[in-house]
């Protein structure tokens, strides 16, 4: 005997919202929606939907009722204000899909057993793609009971329907991790579903399950990017957020629209610190700019006195062999000869010390490798350049005392004393 499909009411279509709806009809279940605009009613009538004009409409005509909007205040005045609890037949199901936090929800969970009504909190991960493609993952927090009357739906949205733990508010303490942490703690194997433990300091571990990988981004510096487990906002709230917005390039013209759309989350939110990528990126590479250019700076005064040196150590050498010159050049020595003469007597402690100064700077890279950027400290293309480089330069430390040896009189190099 077939088992009748629950009704499904949806509410909230937004960017989410729409994809939910599609995958929903697509899946044999004919959803009642709603939403404050008309255009997506609309749109979702055209698909199939039942449209209604009101939160409350949708109630009478569902078993199950998806809330996706925006915060709690939006949750509450849906079941209080609109009349959605008060439509809702005692045993139906509310499904919210918020990021709310886990007080807030179980908040709700409390308003809705006042009238009867069930509740699961489902929040999901995924975006607007992820919900128009039906790859969403939610992590629901309420009865297994409840939630297996709601699986049916909940797996038509989604790649993965995750129970995090019996009450109300547990779905919003699901963890996202990292391709780096994937890579470091489950080689070879699919994280989606394993748990992950989190303590702080010396207390005992807190174990979620993993219910998405994220991309690995730089959070704290530009050296690389760290293993990272991603918290709801709402179940670890900070005193601050960074929002990214993206804009035209070249233009400040978001900047008034950012600060319109905050006051109207909450006038008394204080926005600041707004800047451009560009200066966001310029400002947290200051230290490594300013401590590169230090050590190009000293490194270009040793590379002067170096070859400073080198060329007053074999032009003194040459002067302490001119008797020895003009004796070979007087045998018949070509200029070849005396120029060869000249450069192998610095042959020797040239590659001596840059042997040491190789070694050296593989020792003191290490040292340094925190403020490298995405490179080595045994980079073979940064060695292999600095040592032609030193080359060059004692090329010409040495080539101007040897030019000038084969340039001797021989008679007069005799006569030098």
């Known amino acids: 005997m077939a088992v009748a499909r629950p009704r499904v009411g949806l509410i909230g279509l937004g960017g989410m919202g729409r994809g939910i709806a599609q995958n929903l009809l697509k899946n044999g279940y004919p959803a009642a929606v709603y939403d404050i605009r008309p255009e997506p009613v609309r749109d979702s009538a055209a698909q199939g939907a039942i449209p209604?004009?009101?939160?409350?409409?949708?109630g009478a005509h569902s078993d199950i009722v998806?809330?996706?909007?925006?915060s709690y205040t939006d949750v509450r005045s849906i079941l209080l204000e609109d009349g959605l609890l008060a439509a809702l037949a005692p045993g139906s199901t509310i499904v919210v899909m918020a990021t709310v936090g886990p007080a807030e929800a179980r908040e709700v969970a409390r308003?809705?057993?006042?009238q009867g009504v069930r509740t699961l909190d489902a929040p999901v991960s995924g975006g607007p793609h992820g919900a128009e493609q039906g790859t969403l993952a939610v992590m629901v927090g309420g009865p297994p009971e409840v939630l297996e009357a709601c699986r049916g739906p909940l797996a038509a949205i989604s790649k993965g329907v995750f129970h995090i733990g019996p009450n109300p508010g547990d779905g919003q303490t699901a963890k996202m991790v990292n391709q780096l942490l994937v890579a470091a703690h489950f080689p070879n194997e699919d994280p989606i579903g394993k748990q992950i433990g989190l303590a702080e300091g010396?207390?005992?571990p807190s174990w979620f399950p993993i219910v998405g990988i994220a991309p690995d981004v730089r959070q704290r510096n530009l050296a690389g990017p760290d293993p990272t487990v991603y918290v709801p906002s709402r179940a670890n709230p900070q005193p601050f957020a960074m929002l990214l917005v993206r804009g035209a390039p070249g233009t400040e013209s978001v900047i008034p629209i950012v600060r319109e759309e905050v006051r109207a989350l909450d006038p008394e939110l204080p926005l600041y610190g707004i800047m451009s990528m560009d200066q966001l990126l310029s400002q947290s590479r200051w230290p490594n700019?300013?401590?590169?250019?230090?050590?190009a700076v000293f490194a270009s005064i040793a590379l002067v006195l170096s070859a400073v040196g080198l060329y007053a150590v074999v032009a003194h050498s040459v002067s302490q062999r001119v008797q020895e010159i003009g004796l070979r050049m007087?045998?018949?020595?070509?200029?070849?000869?005396?120029?060869?003469l000249?450069?192998?007597?610095?042959?020797?402690p040239f590659f001596t010390g840059l042997l040491l100064g190789l070694a050296a700077a593989l020792g003191v890279g290490r040292?340094?490798?925190?403020?490298?950027?995405q490179t080595s400290p045994t980079d073979p293309t940064t060695l292999l350049a600095i040592v032609l480089l030193l080359l060059a330069v004692s090329s010409v430390a040495c080539w101007l005392p040897a030019r000038r040896a084969t340039r001797l009189d021989p008679v007069s190099a005799l006569r030098h004393e």
Do not use: D, K
């Open 342 to 348: 000249v450069t192998r007597t610095t042959a020797l």
């Open 202 to 204: 010396s207390t005992a």
């Open 111 to 114: 308003l809705a057993a006042e």
């Open 66 to 70: 998806m809330l996706i909007p925006f």
């Open 330 to 340: 007087a045998f018949g020595a070509e200029a070849r000869q005396v120029s060869w």
């Open 367 to 373: 040292l340094l490798q925190s403020m490298l950027v």
């Open 52 to 58: 209604c004009a009101s939160s409350a409409e949708v």
């Open 289 to 295: 700019r300013v401590f590169g250019i230090m050590l």
